[in-house]
């Protein structure tokens, strides 16, 4: 069934999930109120037109629309395109499943296998606004000299002259391709840090303007807007033309410069208003997802802002995250990346262990040695860890050591990741994946704070300050626990958790 709006009621027992991936820790929907206009904002992070119940309903729509939770009744209301409502799908996993089958099917492609099989590195942190040749290459060895595994190294903004010169400048990279070389043959991958911004009163932005690959105001004026790096224009992606020049220049960058793949920032809706004048009229949200779609064309593909494009081989990053317990820093992490693997995207990454905003690592800060190998421990099994701020720069020896733990079990784990996402590839199918996605019959439906890695492995992170032990709510079976220990459930007990372990168990056959 299509129409323009759409108003039903919240059946007994079912939750929903969707729309926003930034407020995965406000869901399930459906018990309280929630309203979400998904035209022209996602909060920083993923969205899509897609909502899917435990009770094997979905709604979609090809284009944004809003809705709201109340009175136990799903309203969706200012739709710009028609939304189809499917029904009769038993469970959570069978409306994700169908929905994905007909709505976003997977494209049967993966990133790059070292995503899932070694840790991401992002030198942000450890370089902040200066990165230079010799500091990225002391950052790898630095990992190398810790026996850390070779990984993605990731350089991050302000590696580049100004935006839209995508160009290594000499003075700091005097041999870029020296470096990625040195990079490849200790086992690493490059990737960069790109935007579609192009800074103003540059000879780039001259020639684009000339070109009008802009975006324009009704005078036909280059739209120039603040961002969190300042004022630029902007890209209009709706221009292929544009899109092309754009990739030429990543090309580049991977013909010239031996770099492997990029970290894709920006283009948020938000940044885009809907009088602006573009190419073709396809809105803030069209903005977005033109932007996701260059990553298409190379293995190694980070975001943070997306709208729709699920399963895609696009890795998406959860949206940047305080050095800091509950919400925006450890509080929401599982809820997002599961919400994440609920909206098409099962390549979901974690924000950087430790946190991934400069405030947290300035003067008058501190680092919480308990809360970054608890982050380091929620973050294990996701399908992709990514670390910056080293645990040997900030840590003392033990800590750093429970560190080193999580990177040896991803190891450890690695041939099981990297075969989920494989799967997911083929299928659409989460990687990390809600309690109640594998159990549809345990009661499980609000369970936030503890997942399932595929169908066999349960993984229940500590997530609140000075605990050391956690309800874990078990499915029916027979359990493994990497303390040795064997539970058969279905049942709810507390198990010990001190700060050496993440308690993670494996089903039985």
């Known amino acids: 069934m299509s129409e323009a709006n759409l108003e039903l009621p919240v059946l007994s027992q079912e939750y929903w999930f969707g729309g926003v991936v930034r407020h995965g820790y406000q869901m399930p929907f459906g018990r309280s109120e929630y309203r979400c206009q998904l035209n022209g904002n996602l909060a920083g992070n993923q969205g899509c037109p897609l909502l899917v119940s435990t009770r094997g309903r979905f709604v979609w729509s090809e284009e944004a629309f809003t809705f709201e939770f109340k009175d136990a009744r799903l309203r969706i209301s200012e739709a710009a395109g028609p939304v ?12 994700y499943r169908a929905a994905c089958a007909k709505h976003f099917p997977p494209s049967g492609k993966l990133p790059d296998e070292i995503a899932f099989l070694a840790p991401q590195y992002n030198a942000w942190i450890e370089v902040k606004w200066e990165p230079t040749q010799e500091k990225i290459l002391a950052y790898a060895q630095a990992i190398l000299d810790h026996g ?3 990984g993605v190294l990731m350089i991050d903004d302000c590696w580049f002259r100004g935006n839209g010169d995508w160009k290594f400048p000499r003075d700091r990279f005097p041999d870029p391709r020296g470096m990625a070389d040195w990079l490849h043959q200790r086992g690493f991958k490059l990737a960069v840090w790109i935007s579609p911004f192009i800074a103003p009163d540059t000879y780039t932005y001259r020639v684009l303007n000339q070109k009008k690959f802009f975006i324009y105001d009704a005078q036909g004026e280059p739209v120039i807007r603040r961002w969190w790096n300042g004022y630029s224009a902007l890209l209009d992606l709706s221009n292929p ?14 013909a010239n410069c031996g770099v492997d793949g990029f970290k894709f920032d920006g283009g948020d809706p938000y940044t885009y208003q809907g009088g ?41 990053r959860v949206r940047d995250k305080g050095h800091r317990w509950g919400v925006d820093g450890m509080g929401d992490l599982l809820p997002t990346g599961l919400a994440q693997g609920l909206m098409g995207y099962p390549f979901t990454c974690p924000d950087m262990v430790g946190g991934g905003l400069v405030g947290d690592f300035g003067p008058g800060s501190t680092i919480e040695p308990e809360l970054f190998v608890r982050y380091a421990q929620a973050s294990a099994m996701f399908p992709i860890i990514q670390f910056s701020r080293m645990p040997w720069r900030v840590l003392d020896e033990r800590h750093q050591g429970l560190c080193k733990d999580v990177v040896d079990l991803r190891k450890k784990l690695g041939s099981e990741i990297l075969a989920l996402a494989s799967h997911a590839a083929a299928t659409g199918e989460p990687i990390m994946r809600h309690m109640a996605y594998v159990f549809p019959d345990a009661g499980l439906e609000t369970l936030m704070d503890q997942f399932m890695l595929g169908e066999d492995i349960l993984v ?20 493994s626990g990497d303390d040795g220990s064997v539970v058969t459930g279905p049942c709810r007990i507390e198990v010990e958790a001190p700060l050496s372990r993440l308690p993670w168990y494996r089903r039985k056959p």
């Open 84 to 95: 189809e409502l499917g029904e009769g799908h038993g469970n959570l996993r069978g409306a």
């Open 276 to 316: 602006d004048v573009t190419y073709r009229p396809i809105g803030p949200n069209g903005q977005c997802e033109a932007f996701a779609r260059i990553g298409l064309k190379y293995r190694l593909s980070e975001y943070r802002a997306c709208w729709k494009l699920g399963g895609q081989a696009l890795v998406q």
């Open 460 to 479: 229940a992170p500590v997530l609140q300050a000075g605990a050391v032990s956690r309800k874990v709510s078990f499915p029916p079976g027979r359990w």
């Open 148 to 150: 850390w595994p070779a």
């Open 241 to 254: 033309a544009a899109c092309e020049w754009f990739s030429e220049q990543l090309d580049w960058l991977v």
